[in-house]
Structures are given as structure tokens and as C-alpha cells.
């Protein structure tokens, strides 16, 4: 193997790669090879201050709500957070394989790994039975987390591309890789010691990395589709005691088309997306739920601007997460037969707008509103929810400044100001509120 070091743009080849980190970068570290063979390596470190407000009551998902047994948030106490931690992004380190090209068909595999830089709040903590904190089931010390993201091979040939392993999920993919706050903090994190959540659930659902097999046609007059067959997905929260909904016997499938068109000074892109899965019970006489979603965006550049807007729709997505909250049953007694179940889905929608203008090419400055909505579900299915039954709008507002020093370095400064609101249904006078955080940050990323 050649034992020398060149940047490349090899990165574009590659296709999405660390939530489009790598192909943003355009930037990747080979080391050669030999019969045609090539392995590079890319990444990111980033490290973010970060100053924070928050009220009472205050979730970064929107996953946490007023008692409905109560008369809302119990009172609007502030609590602030200051913190050094990894942005929206965690770092990355990725490992790349290029195969030889062979009758048109050449194939590429990613191993990507993406550390935070940051633990918890709490410091120090020795997780381990009879240590500092006794009775503990975990074992070693409490540190900064590594997500495998990306396992995947991909598979190109003239008729389009093959693709089979785990990366980000194709509906709402395109809505996050377009969003200013991939590079920043959007909304932070109080405690944890996760990766922030951005814009998760103020303008898109948040799709995550999933294993998938997957076909993407070769561009044609502009427009290009994908489709994927995924590992499905079990509802996640709002089960109740009986988790009701657990067991899936179809797979998840999700597809885009886009379209892009190039003109003077600029170019235009438009893309339609869309998800469909199943989820069964394993509990008599319980009705199945169908998770269905799609999205509808559109990017236009021109002389240095640049609008980016979003919308979706669908029923049982979740506020905030996919598969979170979505859905729900009521478990009731059949006869002597065992447990049965009425089931619901909650309607959700949301959109995103955003515009930027970069100056010299090196400095963005950009402005961005969003917000997801899910309405309440049936009243036969409120009793028991792990998520009160609650009409519930998350939004948020974010200022940034984008500042590339050079080819491997940037500068970010954004503030953003976020609102979570509770609204319960059904002739309730309990259970409603509102609560915020407003956040500044200010960091950098080196790129490789």
C-alpha cells in the first residue's frame, strides 16, 4: 500500500456520509493503495460554550408535559446551564474502502464512529457495585458516549446504486443535512451527555441511523428516487404497562424523489418523502396501527442566498422522535380469551424556513423558524398514557453565524429561542402549560 497522504474530493463519491458532515467538507485523508483499491479516513472534532436558560418543566423533545392532574407547570422557575459540550453533530471518525472499478460497477464501504466530548453533568461517578455509588448495575466509570453510526456498503453501477448496512434513514434525512443548526447547538442540553438536539421536533421528526437495504436510480433529466426496505420499528413510550404494541411483521419502507435543476447563478432542488409502516400486537382482539408520514421541500440558491422550506405530515410519527409517542392503546379484558386493546394513532405535522446569505464564500449569516405539532389522540385510548393525552406544539427560532477560517476550520455563534406547549383536549381545564429555553453558543469545528 502506498504509504502517502493527499486530500481529495473523494468524500462526494462516497454519497451521504456522517450526516453530510464529510460531503459538506469535501475533504478526505487517503491512504492509497494498491490494484485499483483505496482507503481514506475522514472525521471532525467539535467543541461548543454553551449558555443556557430554562423554565420549569423545560424537555428538549417536548417528551416531558404538565401533570393533567395538576393545573399545569407548577411554577415558571428559571434554571440556567452553562456547559462545554459536542454541537448537534458528535465528532466523527470514519474509515473508508473503495473498491476497484469492474465493468462500470465499483463498490464502497464506511465505518463511521462518532464520540461526544462531553459526559453527564455529574462528574467523576464510579458506576460500579460497592464503589462510590453502591448498588449500581453498571460497571466503569461514567464517560462521553460512541455511537456507531454508519456501517454500509454501497454498491455502484451504471443502472444505479445497491446499498446494504445501517446510516441515516431516508425520510426527513434531506430536512436535517439542509438545517443551519447541523453545524451548531440549536437546543442544549441541561444534564446529559448526548449530542444536542438541534432542530429535532421543530420542523422535522428525527429519523436516526437504522440497518436498511436500499436502491437509488442514476440522476435523469434532473430527477433522481430511492427506496428502502428497513428494519422496523416497535412503538416506544406511550405501550403502557401491557406494551401492546410489540411485535412487527412487515418491514419499514421509506423513498424520495428530488429533482435538481442548475441555472445561472444558482440552482433549484425540490424533493418529496415518505414513510409506511405496520405495527401489530401480540394481545386478543387489538387493532394494528399504521405509522405513515411524508414530506415535501424545496432548496434555492442564488448569488450567495440561499431558502431552504420544509412541511410534513402523516399520523403516529411521535412529536419529536420517530416511533416515540406516536401511538397508543387502551388495554381491555376480553372475556376469558386475556387481554385486548383499542388503539390510535396521533396526527402530526411541521415545517421549517430558513434563509442564509454567505459572504466571500467563507461567512454565512442565517435566520430559521420551525415547529412540529401532534394532536391528541381518541379518548378511548387516554386512560393510562405514559405521555399525557395533550394537542402539543414544539417551536423554535434560531440567529446564526457560520464562519469558515479556512478549508479544515470553523468558527459557529448562534442563539436560539425554543417553546414547548401543552394544550389538553377533551373538556379538561387541567393539564396545560407552557414552557421555554433560550440558548447561546459559541464554537468550532476542525474538519479532515
Request: overall charge negative.
Given at each position: 500500500?502506498?504509504?502517502?497522504?493527499?486530500?481529495?474530493?473523494?468524500?462526494?463519491?462516497?454519497?451521504?456520509?456522517?450526516?453530510?458532515?464529510?460531503?459538506?467538507?469535501?475533504?478526505?485523508?487517503?491512504?492509497?493503495?494498491?490494484?485499483?483499491?483505496?482507503?481514506?479516513?475522514?472525521?471532525?472534532?467539535?467543541?461548543?460554550?454553551?449558555?443556557?436558560?430554562?423554565?420549569?418543566?423545560?424537555?428538549?423533545?417536548?417528551?416531558?408535559?404538565?401533570?393533567?392532574?395538576?393545573?399545569?407547570?407548577?411554577?415558571?422557575?428559571?434554571?440556567?446551564?452553562?456547559?462545554?459540550?459536542?454541537?448537534?453533530?458528535?465528532?466523527?471518525?470514519?474509515?473508508?474502502?473503495?473498491?476497484?472499478?469492474?465493468?462500470?460497477?465499483?463498490?464502497?464501504?464506511?465505518?463511521?464512529?462518532?464520540?461526544?466530548?462531553?459526559?453527564?453533568?455529574?462528574?467523576?461517578?464510579?458506576?460500579?457495585?460497592?464503589?462510590?455509588?453502591?448498588?449500581?448495575?453498571?460497571?466503569?466509570?461514567?464517560?462521553?458516549?460512541?455511537?456507531?453510526?454508519?456501517?454500509?456498503?454501497?454498491?455502484?453501477?451504471?443502472?444505479?446504486?445497491?446499498?446494504?448496512?445501517?446510516?441515516l434513514s431516508i425520510y426527513g434525512r434531506n430536512a436535517i443535512l439542509k438545517d443551519m443548526t447541523l453545524f451548531g447547538v440549536g437546543i442544549a442540553n441541561v444534564n446529559s451527555g448526548?449530542?444536542?438536539?438541534?432542530?429535532?421536533?421543530?420542523?422535522?421528526?428525527?429519523?436516526?441511523?437504522?440497518?436498511?437495504?436500499?436502491?437509488?436510480?442514476?440522476?435523469?433529466?434532473?430527477?433522481?428516487?430511492?427506496?428502502?426496505?428497513?428494519?422496523?420499528?416497535?412503538?416506544?413510550?406511550?405501550?403502557?404497562?401491557?406494551?401492546?404494541?410489540?411485535?412487527?411483521?412487515?418491514?419499514?419502507?421509506?423513498?424520495?424523489?428530488?429533482?435538481?435543476?442548475?441555472?445561472?447563478?444558482?440552482?433549484?432542488?425540490?424533493?418529496?418523502?415518505?414513510?409506511?409502516?405496520?405495527?401489530?400486537?401480540?394481545?386478543?382482539?387489538?387493532?394494528?396501527?399504521?405509522?405513515?408520514?411524508?414530506?415535501?421541500?424545496?432548496?434555492?440558491?442564488?448569488?450567495?442566498?440561499?431558502?431552504?422550506?420544509?412541511?410534513?405530515?402523516?399520523?403516529?410519527?411521535?412529536?419529536?422522535?420517530?416511533?416515540?409517542?406516536?401511538?397508543?392503546?387502551?388495554?381491555?379484558?376480553?372475556?376469558?380469551?386475556?387481554?385486548?386493546?383499542?388503539?390510535?394513532?396521533?396526527?402530526?405535522?411541521?415545517?421549517?424556513?430558513?434563509?442564509?446569505?454567505?459572504?466571500?464564500?467563507?461567512?454565512?449569516?442565517?435566520?430559521?423558524?420551525?415547529?412540529?405539532?401532534?394532536?391528541?389522540?381518541?379518548?378511548?385510548?387516554?386512560?393510562?398514557?405514559?405521555?399525557?393525552?395533550?394537542?402539543?406544539?414544539?417551536?423554535?427560532?434560531?440567529?446564526?453565524?457560520?464562519?469558515?477560517?479556512?478549508?479544515?476550520?470553523?468558527?459557529?455563534?448562534?442563539?436560539?429561542?425554543?417553546?414547548?406547549?401543552?394544550?389538553?383536549?377533551?373538556?379538561?381545564?387541567?393539564?396545560?402549560?407552557?414552557?421555554?429555553?433560550?440558548?447561546?453558543?459559541?464554537?468550532?469545528?476542525?474538519?479532515?
Amino acid at each position: 500500500m502506498a504509504n502517502k497522504f493527499k486530500k481529495t474530493k473523494l468524500a462526494a463519491a462516497l454519497g451521504l456520509v456522517g450526516l453530510g458532515l464529510s460531503s459538506a467538507a469535501n475533504a478526505v485523508v487517503v491512504v492509497g493503495g494498491d490494484n485499483g483499491w483505496e482507503v481514506s479516513f475522514d472525521g471532525n472534532v467539535n467543541a461548543f460554550y454553551v449558555n443556557g436558560n430554562f423554565e420549569n418543566g423545560w424537555n428538549p423533545l417536548g417528551l416531558v408535559a404538565p401533570n393533567p392532574a395538576g393545573g399545569g407547570f407548577v411554577s415558571k422557575v428559571d434554571r440556567d446551564a452553562s456547559r462545554v459540550t459536542s454541537g448537534f453533530l458528535p465528532a466523527f471518525f470514519s474509515f473508508n474502502v473503495k473498491s476497484p472499478t469492474v465493468d462500470g460497477m465499483y463498490a464502497t464501504a464506511r465505518f463511521s464512529f462518532a464520540p461526544t466530548i462531553n459526559n453527564s453533568a455529574t462528574k467523576n461517578q464510579l458506576y460500579a457495585p460497592g464503589g462510590l455509588s453502591a448498588g449500581a448495575t453498571n460497571n466503569g466509570i461514567q464517560g462521553a458516549s460512541i455511537d456507531t453510526r454508519e456501517v454500509l456498503v454501497n454498491i455502484n453501477a451504471p443502472l444505479g446504486t445497491l446499498s446494504f448496512g445501517r446510516t441515516l434513514s431516508i425520510y426527513g434525512r434531506n430536512a436535517i443535512l439542509k438545517d443551519m443548526t447541523l453545524f451548531g447547538v440549536g437546543i442544549a442540553n441541561v444534564n446529559s451527555g448526548t449530542v444536542t438536539a438541534g432542530r429535532i421536533g421543530r420542523g422535522y421528526t428525527y429519523p436516526n441511523f437504522n440497518a436498511r437495504i436500499s436502491y437509488k436510480t442514476p440522476v435523469m433529466a434532473g430527477f433522481q428516487a430511492e427506496v428502502g426496505l428497513y428494519d422496523p420499528s416497535v412503538e416506544q413510550l406511550n405501550n403502557q404497562a401491557a406494551s401492546l404494541l410489540d411485535q412487527v411483521d412487515t418491514p419499514r419502507f421509506e423513498g424520495e424523489l428530488s429533482f435538481t435543476q442548475p441555472f445561472s447563478g444558482g440552482s433549484f432542488q425540490f424533493w418529496f418523502d415518505g414513510l409506511w409502516q405496520s405495527i401489530q400486537s401480540t394481545a386478543v382482539a387489538t387493532n394494528d396501527v399504521s405509522v405513515g408520514g411524508w414530506g415535501l421541500g424545496t432548496d434555492v440558491k442564488f448569488m450567495g442566498f440561499d431558502f431552504t422550506g420544509y412541511y410534513y405530515g402523516g399520523q403516529g410519527l411521535g412529536r419529536s422522535l420517530q416511533f416515540v409517542g406516536g401511538t397508543a392503546c387502551n388495554a381491555v379484558a376480553v372475556g376469558t380469551r386475556g387481554i385486548g386493546s383499542i388503539c390510535d394513532e396521533a396526527e402530526d405535522n411541521g415545517y421549517y424556513v430558513q434563509g442564509t446569505y454567505t459572504f466571500n464564500g467563507v461567512t454565512k449569516i442565517g435566520a430559521s423558524y420551525g415547529e412540529s405539532n401532534e394532536d391528541h389522540m381518541s379518548a378511548n385510548v387516554a386512560t393510562g398514557m405514559v405521555l399525557p393525552n395533550q394537542d402539543v406544539s414544539l417551536s423554535m427560532w434560531t440567529v446564526g453565524v457560520y464562519h469558515d477560517v479556512n478549508s479544515w476550520l470553523k468558527l459557529i455563534a448562534e442563539y436560539s429561542s425554543a417553546r414547548n406547549a401543552f394544550d389538553r383536549p377533551l373538556g379538561a381545564t387541567t393539564g396545560s402549560g407552557t414552557t421555554g429555553s433560550d440558548t447561546f453558543s459559541i464554537g468550532s469545528f476542525f474538519i479532515w
